[in-house]
């Protein structure tokens, strides 16, 4: 089985290009074991949709274009980063 540091790697990894199967699948068996791999990917996960959210809108509207439930995921995931750090 795979480290929580090396599933890290993975979860971020995932999100900018498709993991090979072998790699998927270690990621996945982790997962299933690991609540705190679970929350790190769907935190980040909630992270990367908020930034792509925010430049899909134009520059004047960046600060209108995300909603006050988007802002509130992002602050809560943000926060629940910087607790796993400490």
Known sequence: MI????ATELISKELDTELPLA???GLEIHSLVCS???RYRRQLSTVD???REL???P???RDAALSAASKENL???LQGLLDQEA
Do not use: I, P
């Not at 480290?3 to 090396?6: H, I, N, P, W």
């Open 75 to 77: 602050k809560a995931a």
């Open 3 to 6: 480290t929580c540091r090396r």
């Open 23 to 25: 790699q998927r699948v």
């Open 49 to 51: 949709n908020a930034v």
């Open 59 to 61: 520059a004047s509207d």
């Open 36 to 38: 705190g791999c679970r």
């Open 55 to 57: 430049l899909a809108a």
